[in-house]
């Protein structure tokens, strides 16, 4: 079985920085499809970034680019979500999701078979 754990996420003032991190197990990490979505209260989760599995293919949602960037270290069994600027609008939980052998990057949630629990960011103003 996969299993992701997210971790990295905290209570930051709007123009602070976080970097979350998502860890794998259970699987081979470097043949994953890894994206980030988040959910903010009373709102559908929403795509945030996509990476394949050698790091050479990324796709940000509009909403993120510029702040957000997405990289991941197969030797780490990791893929990271670097957070600049954060504003309070990005305040939400923030999930991994996986796809083992996935070569498309799609942005729909129903693409990805694994998901860890989430990790909360808050954003303060």
């Known amino acids: 079985q996969v299993q992701l754990v997210e971790s990295g996420g905290g209570l930051v003032q709007a123009g602070g920085s976080l970097r979350l991190s998502c860890e794998a197990s259970g699987g081979t990490f470097s043949t994953y499809l890894v994206a980030w979505f988040r959910q903010a209260p009373g709102k559908e989760r929403e795509f945030v970034a996509v990476i394949n599995r050698s790091g050479t293919n990324i796709d940000y949602a509009e909403s993120v680019k510029g702040r957000f960037s997405i990289s991941r270290d197969n030797a780490k069994n990791t893929v990271y979500l670097q957070i600049n600027n954060l504003k309070p609008e990005d305040t939400a939980v923030y999930y991994c999701?996986?796809?083992?052998?996935?070569?498309?990057?799609?942005?729909?949630?129903?693409?990805?078979?694994?998901w860890g629990q989430g990790t909360q960011v808050t954003v303060s103003s």
């Open positions: 999701a996986a796809k083992p052998y996935g070569i498309l990057l799609r942005r729909i949630q129903d693409w990805y078979d694994y």
